[in-house]
Nanobody, 117 residues
């Protein structure tokens, strides 16, 4: 069974930065897509951004210019660098793994990010 585990969350002040890591238990070099999602209290889960097997990245509008996704295929790690954080970024963040274009096949357990004003 594939496991994904997020780390690096916590409490940060508005304007600060955090880097989330996602450790994947299987090779990611050929994984179709590794998306990051987030879910704020009382809100639906939303896509933050994604990195394709080729390394190409795509971001939701709120993440463009502030967030950056990267990966290290040799370590089976995916990263979400978040800069200039605002209180609205407070949420549980999830990494996932997609083997095709349909929907995520596997999920991490999520990690809390809290941005204080």
């Amino acid at each position: 069974q594939v496991q994904l585990k997020e780390s690096g969350g916590g409490l940060v002040q508005s304007g600060g930065s955090l880097r989330l890591s996602c450790a994947v238990s299987t090779p990611i070099s050929n994984v179709y897509r590794v998306p990051w999602y987030r879910q704020a209290p009382g809100q639906q889960r939303e896509l933050v951004g994604t990195i394709l097997a080729t390394g190409v990245t795509n971001y939701a509008g709120f993440a463009k210019g502030r967030f950056s996704i990267s990966k290290d295929n040799a370590k089976n790690m995916v990263y979400l660098q978040m800069n200039n954080l605002i209180t609205e970024d407070t949420a549980v963040y999830y990494c996932s793994r997609m083997l095709d274009a349909s929907s995520p096949d596997d999920w991490g357990q999520g990690i809390q990010v809290t941005v204080s004003s």
